[in-house]
């Protein structure tokens, strides 16, 4: 089992970026595929991005394509999310999840969750 913890988010300017970990607690981390999701009230869980186990693969959504940046620390059992360019509609509660099977969009995909961090983007 792994259990996962998130952290970095805050309140920030649109324009600017924040960097969220993940730190997972288990003895097979470095099998997990890893991903990201968000989800504001009222609206569906939201994929944002994801990478497989060894680095080679990763996904984003169209939405962050080209300003988020996922990648993991194996030894560290840590995955980032690196946000730039934020913009309003970043602003939600973003999840960290694990996986035993391949990277998917889809969250119900995922195996453990954490318990979220708030990012707030302002106008």
């Known amino acids: 089992q792994v259990q996962l913890v998130e952290s970095g988010g805050g309140l920030v300017q649109a324009g600017g970026s924040l960097r969220l970990s993940c730190a997972a607690s288990?003895?097979?981390?470095?099998?997990?595929?890893m991903g990201w999701f968000r989800q504001t009230p009222g609206k569906e869980r939201e994929f944002v991005t994801a990478?497989?186990?060894?680095?080679?693969?990763?996904r984003y959504a169209d939405s962050v394509k080209g300003r988020f940046t996922i990648s993991r620390d194996n030894a560290k059992s840590t995955v980032y999310l690196q946000m730039n360019s934020l913009k309003p509609e970043d602003t939600a509660v973003y999840y960290c999840?694990?996986?035993?099977?391949?990277?998917?969009?889809?969250?119900?995909?995922?195996?453990?969750w954490g318990q979220g961090t708030q990012v707030t983007v302002s106008s």
């Open positions: 999840a694990a996986t035993r099977r391949r990277i998917s969009t889809m969250w119900d995909e995922y195996d453990y």
């Open positions: 288990g003895r097979t981390f470095s099998n997990y595929a």
């Open positions: 990478i497989s186990w060894s680095s080679g693969s990763t």
